[in-house]
Protein backbone atom coordinates (compact mmCIF):
# COMPACT_ATOMS: atom_id res chain seq x y z
CA UNK A 1 0.00 0.00 0.00
CA UNK A 2 1.32 3.65 -0.86
CA UNK A 3 1.48 5.60 2.17
CA UNK A 4 2.63 9.08 0.83
CA UNK A 5 -0.29 10.47 0.86
CA UNK A 6 -1.19 9.89 4.59
CA UNK A 7 -0.59 13.02 6.89
CA UNK A 8 -1.09 14.94 10.03
CA UNK A 9 -2.58 17.94 10.75
CA UNK A 10 -0.48 20.20 11.20
CA UNK A 11 -2.92 20.87 14.62
CA UNK A 12 -6.33 20.25 15.89
CA UNK A 13 -8.22 23.58 17.44
CA UNK A 14 -11.94 24.26 18.99
CA UNK A 15 -11.81 20.65 20.13
CA UNK A 16 -14.92 19.94 22.28
CA UNK A 17 -15.86 16.27 24.20
CA UNK A 18 -18.76 15.53 25.53
CA UNK A 19 -19.36 11.88 27.60
CA UNK A 20 -23.01 10.53 28.00
CA UNK A 21 -23.76 7.08 29.97
CA UNK A 22 -25.78 5.02 27.84
CA UNK A 23 -27.17 1.36 28.23
CA UNK A 24 -26.82 -0.37 24.85
CA UNK A 25 -26.71 -1.92 22.50
CA UNK A 26 -24.43 -4.60 22.53
CA UNK A 27 -22.72 -3.98 26.37
CA UNK A 28 -22.06 -0.63 25.60
CA UNK A 29 -22.19 2.06 28.31
CA UNK A 30 -20.63 5.26 26.97
CA UNK A 31 -21.15 7.48 24.24
CA UNK A 32 -18.52 9.69 23.75
CA UNK A 33 -19.08 13.03 20.95
CA UNK A 34 -16.16 14.57 19.86
CA UNK A 35 -15.76 17.78 17.26
CA UNK A 36 -13.46 20.24 16.33
CA UNK A 37 -11.07 21.34 13.46
CA UNK A 38 -8.13 19.82 11.81
CA UNK A 39 -5.43 22.75 10.22
CA UNK A 40 -3.86 21.34 7.13
CA UNK A 41 -2.57 22.70 4.06
CA UNK A 42 -3.22 20.92 0.85
CA UNK A 43 -3.12 22.25 -2.92
CA UNK A 44 -3.82 20.65 -6.37
CA UNK A 45 -1.96 18.29 -8.24
CA UNK A 46 -0.48 18.34 -11.45
CA UNK A 47 -0.72 18.28 -14.33
CA UNK A 48 -3.03 21.64 -13.94
CA UNK A 49 -6.13 21.07 -12.59
CA UNK A 50 -6.14 17.46 -11.43
CA UNK A 51 -7.77 16.66 -8.19
CA UNK A 52 -4.91 16.16 -5.03
CA UNK A 53 -5.94 13.32 -2.69
CA UNK A 54 -4.31 12.84 0.97
CA UNK A 55 -5.40 10.90 3.60
CA UNK A 56 -5.61 13.29 6.73
CA UNK A 57 -5.19 11.00 10.29
CA UNK A 58 -5.26 11.85 14.17
CA UNK A 59 -6.04 9.93 16.82
CA UNK A 60 -9.10 11.30 18.79
CA UNK A 61 -10.33 10.68 22.42
CA UNK A 62 -9.36 8.95 25.40
CA UNK A 63 -7.47 5.49 25.58
CA UNK A 64 -9.06 2.64 25.80
CA UNK A 65 -8.28 -0.35 28.08
CA UNK A 66 -8.64 -3.07 26.00
CA UNK A 67 -6.92 -6.16 27.59
CA UNK A 68 -9.00 -5.21 30.34
CA UNK A 69 -12.10 -5.57 28.38
CA UNK A 70 -13.20 -2.07 27.35
CA UNK A 71 -14.12 -1.65 23.71
CA UNK A 72 -15.13 0.12 20.76
CA UNK A 73 -18.77 -1.18 19.65
CA UNK A 74 -19.62 1.88 17.15
CA UNK A 75 -17.94 4.35 15.59
CA UNK A 76 -19.91 7.03 13.44
CA UNK A 77 -17.87 9.77 11.75
CA UNK A 78 -18.22 13.14 9.42
CA UNK A 79 -16.15 15.66 7.89
CA UNK A 80 -16.96 19.12 5.53
CA UNK A 81 -14.61 21.65 4.53
CA UNK A 82 -13.95 24.59 6.57
CA UNK A 83 -11.38 26.88 5.36
CA UNK A 84 -10.03 27.47 2.02
CA UNK A 85 -8.62 29.83 -0.27
CA UNK A 86 -6.67 30.61 -3.86
CA UNK A 87 -3.19 32.02 -4.56
CA UNK A 88 -3.06 34.18 -7.85
CA UNK A 89 -5.28 32.83 -10.68
CA UNK A 90 -7.26 30.00 -9.93
CA UNK A 91 -9.56 28.66 -12.86
CA UNK A 92 -10.32 25.63 -12.11
CA UNK A 93 -10.44 25.89 -8.17
CA UNK A 94 -11.85 23.42 -6.11
CA UNK A 95 -12.24 21.23 -2.52
CA UNK A 96 -13.45 18.09 -1.71
CA UNK A 97 -13.84 15.86 1.27
CA UNK A 98 -14.19 12.47 -0.69
CA UNK A 99 -15.31 10.23 2.86
CA UNK A 100 -14.11 10.66 6.57
CA UNK A 101 -14.21 7.10 8.91
CA UNK A 102 -13.03 6.30 12.15
CA UNK A 103 -12.17 3.44 13.26
CA UNK A 104 -10.06 1.51 16.50
CA UNK A 105 -6.49 1.53 16.36
CA UNK A 106 -5.58 -1.91 17.60
CA UNK A 107 -2.33 -1.42 18.09
CA UNK A 108 -2.81 1.44 20.79
CA UNK A 109 -6.52 0.84 21.76
CA UNK A 110 -7.28 4.19 20.41
CA UNK A 111 -10.05 5.85 17.37
CA UNK A 112 -8.07 7.17 14.64
CA UNK A 113 -9.86 9.73 12.42
CA UNK A 114 -9.15 9.29 8.70
CA UNK A 115 -10.22 11.87 6.50
CA UNK A 116 -9.98 11.44 2.65
CA UNK A 117 -9.65 15.38 1.53
CA UNK A 118 -8.39 17.35 -1.83
CA UNK A 119 -8.05 20.37 -3.78
CA UNK A 120 -8.22 20.96 -7.28
CA UNK A 121 -5.75 23.59 -8.95
CA UNK A 122 -2.14 24.34 -8.37
CA UNK A 123 -3.26 27.87 -7.07
CA UNK A 124 -6.29 26.37 -4.72
CA UNK A 125 -5.45 25.31 -1.01
CA UNK A 126 -7.28 23.34 2.18
CA UNK A 127 -6.47 25.19 4.83
CA UNK A 128 -9.38 24.25 7.32
CA UNK A 129 -11.17 20.01 7.77
CA UNK A 130 -14.25 20.11 9.99
CA UNK A 131 -14.93 16.93 11.88
CA UNK A 132 -17.38 15.22 14.20
CA UNK A 133 -16.98 11.68 15.83
CA UNK A 134 -19.50 9.66 17.96
CA UNK A 135 -18.35 6.64 19.54
CA UNK A 136 -20.49 4.27 21.16
CA UNK A 137 -18.32 1.95 23.78
CA UNK A 138 -17.73 -0.42 26.94
CA UNK A 139 -15.62 1.26 29.73
CA UNK A 140 -14.99 0.03 32.70
CA UNK A 141 -16.90 1.56 35.32
Same mark, same amino acid.
Given at each position: ??? +?? #??????? $????????? /????? =???????????????????????????????????????????? +?? #??????? $????????? /????? =????????????????????????????????????????????????
Amino acid at each position: MDY +SN #IIQPNRL $TNMQEMQVN /VDGPD =GANRLFMYSGMAEVELCGGLPHPRWSLEIVCFDIGRKYDCDNGE +SV #IKVLANA $TVAGARTDG /VASFA =GWQIFGAAGELDEDDCRVRMNIAAGARDTQAFLEQISFYVNVLAKVNE
